[in-house]
């Protein structure tokens, strides 16, 4: 039976637990996790909140499938799959990558979760796949899906970066006095809500961790979804740190898995391989290079991303 949204979803809440260890006392530091690889069963982390108003707005438009956009390990395909499947939506995945076509032997473990979650697959090669931002296709695929509510890639939009508006209260609420603020970027989406929502102080930072390389393009988009341009002398100021990424998307280096590895082990709490392992140590760089000061209270959000681990 399909979940209606009721007001509850509207305000799913994870735990802000706090991470004691020796590194962080002799530091002077005070660190949590806000875990919101616990705030939904299937629609995880960041996911839920860039979907929630667009599943409204889906809704409201009367529109009975959502159409989105990814690759094979996409966590946004496996949570709009998860959606739909939750809230009595079809769903329509556009895939990079038409190697993958009728193959499902080849398939992640994400687009055969999302195939059972009802998700229609069709992939597209590299170079259509571009496309998938510009009008005229977007037109075409409209026309040709006139029942289906588009999600752009990632899904992040307006209505996504909206969606940090309670997550940013929450976060407030459970840690009035933070600091830093550290996050992973993919597309920006979540450091664009995050920075769109904290409340004003001079003396927070919200630092985004790319998790691909070159990610300065991502820059302007930041802007314009955030309304706070980069490196102004706003409050909260934010920063896209882009030296932590590694070799590139979805890869990763021996200090990033070591990075992995420690936290894991000292707090029993898994991070995903593609985005917040390298928000870790990306956190974990800034401290031991001296870039947070004495004092600091500094909040890792984990942004979910789990169901892309390997699984044993
Ligand atoms: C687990 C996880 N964390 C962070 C991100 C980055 O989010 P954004 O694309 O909003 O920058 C993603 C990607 O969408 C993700 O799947």
């Not at 870790?280 to 892309?308: A, M, N, T």
Request: hydrophobic content about 35%; aromatic content about 10%.
């Amino acid at each position: 039976m399909p979940h209606t949204l009721t007001p509850d979803y509207r305000t799913n809440d994870s735990p802000m637990m706090a991470l004691e260890h020796p590194l962080f006392a002799d530091h002077g530091i005070k660190v949590w996790m806000k875990r919101d690889d616990l705030n939904h069963p299937t629609i995880q982390g960041n996911k839920w909140h860039k979907l929630k108003h667009n599943l409204e707005a889906a809704k409201a438009a009367g529109k009975s499938t959502l159409l989105t956009f990814g690759g094979a390990y996409s966590n946004h395909i496996a949570a709009t799959a998860a959606a739909g499947q939750a809230y009595g939506f079809q769903t329509i995945g556009y895939i990079r990558g038409d190697e993958l076509a009728g193959r499902p032997e080849r398939w992640s473990h994400t687009l055969l979760t999302a195939q059972q979650n009802g998700m229609q697959l069709h992939f597209l090669s590299r170079s259509d796949y571009r496309l998938k931002t510009q009008s005229d296709f977007l037109d075409t695929l409209s026309a040709k899906h006139s029942e289906a509510y588009i999600l752009p890639e990632g899904g992040t939009n307006q209505a996504a970066v909206q969606g940090f508006k309670t997550l940013s209260q929450t976060i407030e609420f459970q840690c009035p006095n933070w600091t830093h603020l550290f996050t992973a970027v993919g597309t920006g989406g979540t450091l664009a809500g995050l920075v769109k929502f904290a409340t004003p102080n001079p003396q927070r930072h919200i630092l985004g961790v790319a998790s691909l390389k070159q990610a300065d393009y991502l820059i302007p988009d930041i802007e314009s979804l955030s309304g706070v341009s980069y490196n102004a002398a706003h409050s909260p100021n934010w920063r896209l740190l882009t030296e932590y990424c590694g070799p590139g998307y979805g890869q990763t280096a021996p200090d990033i898995e070591a990075a992995q590895h420690w936290f894991e082990s000292q707090f029993h709490i898994p991070l995903d391989s593609v985005y917040t392992n390298k928000m870790v140590y990306g956190f974990l760089q800034e401290l031991q290079s001296g870039r947070l000061p004495s004092g600091s209270k500094v909040v890792l959000y984990h942004s979910g991303g789990l169901q892309g681990n390997p699984k044993t």
